[in-house]
């Protein structure tokens, strides 16, 4: 069975300023996605960014961008310019590619605590 | 947008009462999906459903029960709640597995 670690319970950043959140995670399979979620206070999960294991570039979506090391099974997520509304948990989460696709379920991380000082 | 609808924010209820927690979808997704959040175990998959009665056990299916009779509609039942099933629960749903869409959560109180 896949796992997915993240040893940051909490991190902290200013604003304007750049963190990083780490995720690790086990698999014996060569093919995948891994995904990045926000949930602010309200609850609402909010996909932030998502890679295909079998891409060699690193996906980037404006200030959110990832370092995936597919050989080491690491997957980091990097926040640039923080701003107030980053804060939230940020979960990270692995999908098998296999099984036709008929189910896509997630495998998550324990979640980071990201705070935003002004 | 697609939305998921879960029918509680908030909810409490006693020991021993059977409970059930909705949800639903306005996409025609084909997979629905049961999670438990807790703090500092992340999320974990009570139970999925790919189909209208079709359903899969996740890696905590232990204490509760799922139905789908409608496609759009994905029911958990806490068959006798207890205290240890204090906790957020989430709803998603996903066509084909390339784009989920998460409910706001129930926060269930077990007393």
């Known amino acids: 069975a896949q796992t997915v670690t993240q040893s940051q319970p909490e991190m902290s950043v200013q604003e304007a300023e750049t963190v990083t959140l780490s995720c690790t995670y086990d698999?014996?399979?060569?093919?995948?996605?891994l995904f990045w979620y926000k949930q602010p206070p309200s609850r609402q999960m909010i996909l932030v960014i998502r890679q295909e294991a079998y891409k060699q570039q690193n996906a980037t979506e404006n200030r959110f961008s990832v370092n995936f090391q597919k050989a080491a099974k690491s997957f980091s997520l990097k926040i640039s310019d923080s701003q107030l509304g980053d804060a939230a948990m940020y979960f990270c989460?692995?999908?098998?590619?296999?099984?036709?696709?008929?189910?896509?379920?997630?495998?998550f991380g324990q979640g980071t605590i990201l705070t935003v000082h002004p | 947008d697609v939305k998921v609808t879960q029918s509680s924010r908030y909810l409490v209820k006693r020991t021993g009462e059977k409970v059930f927690l909705e949800c639903v979808q306005d996409?025609?997704?084909?997979?629905m999906f049961w999670y438990r959040q807790d703090p500092g175990l992340g999320l974990r998959l009570i139970y999925f459903s790919y189909d209208v009665k079709m359903k899969e056990k996740g890696d905590i299916p232990e204490g509760y029960s799922v139905s789908r009779e409608k496609k759009e509609r994905f029911s958990l039942i806490l068959e006798s709640a207890s205290t240890n099933q204090t906790s957020m629960y989430l709803c998603a749903s996903s066509f084909g597995g390339r784009g989920y869409t998460f409910g706001s959560g129930t926060r269930l109180t077990v007393v």
């Open positions: 698999t014996s399979e060569s093919d995948y996605y």
């Open positions: 996409m025609d997704h084909e997979n």
């Open positions: 989460a692995y999908r098998t590619s296999a099984g036709g696709g008929g189910y896509g379920k997630l495998t």
